[in-house]
């Protein structure tokens, strides 16, 4: 399922999804259970919040009686930003167009990797776009290193695109694994180190 937007995106860091259709139980039974993992696999520090902000201690309150996904993420600052919402069933009574806005906040990874699933595990059901296409590479990546899961990206990324790979391998074991240890400063290092790249690759 292919997408144009009606505007060019040009900010890094936001991302926007359509719902075209419903997801069926066992694919969201599938993404739920994916995203749940993904969740533990992170250090704390890069896991999303409640929708009003309080810290989230389970993976299960990502997640609604309604067959929804709720959370939130913070600023270098600390206010909550718009609130990262999707459904498993199209409805009337709920916008379908969605837009995030994390650049840059320690939350834009899992993000990232929550989409990617969707996209993966639940194929045919959204539209998703970012402002920064190359950002997908590094969330790949992170499911592979982590998950053992080889996943194709929302949109297309140039096959130019290549992250070296000591700088990969140092993001990786820097994002994974629930002991460890990430200050806003190192997040603010790695996603500056993830657009440089991506403003190299423009060049």
Request: proline share 6%; glycine share 4%.
């Amino acid at each position: 399922m292919t997408h144009t937007p009606t505007e060019p995106l040009v900010l890094p860091g936001v991302y926007q999804f359509e719902q075209g259709a419903s997801i069926n139980d066992e694919q969201w039974f599938r993404f739920t259970d994916a995203v749940k993992e993904a969740f533990w696999l992170l250090p704390a520090q890069l896991r999303p919040y409640k929708q009003l902000g309080f810290d989230m201690n389970r993976a299960s309150e990502l997640f609604d009686e309604e067959g929804s996904v709720t959370f939130n993420h913070k600023d270098g600052e600390g206010y909550c930003l718009n609130p990262f919402y999707l459904r498993q069933t199209l409805s009337d009574n709920f916008r379908p167009y969605r837009k995030v806005e994390s650049q840059r906040c320690k939350q834009d990874l899992f993000v990232r990797i929550v989409l990617i699933l969707l996209h993966n595990l639940c194929p045919e059901s959204y539209y998703i776009t970012s402002s920064c296409p190359q950002s997908w590479r590094f969330a790949q990546r992170w499911l592979a290193w982590n998950m053992d899961m080889f996943t194709k990206a929302p949109e297309k990324i140039p096959a130019s695109f290549v992250i070296p790979g000591a700088i990969e391998h140092l993001l990786l074991v820097k994002t994974s694994g629930p002991g460890k240890q990430v200050t806003t400063e190192e997040w603010e290092a790695i996603s500056g180190i993830e657009f440089w790249l991506a403003q190299q690759h423009n060049s």
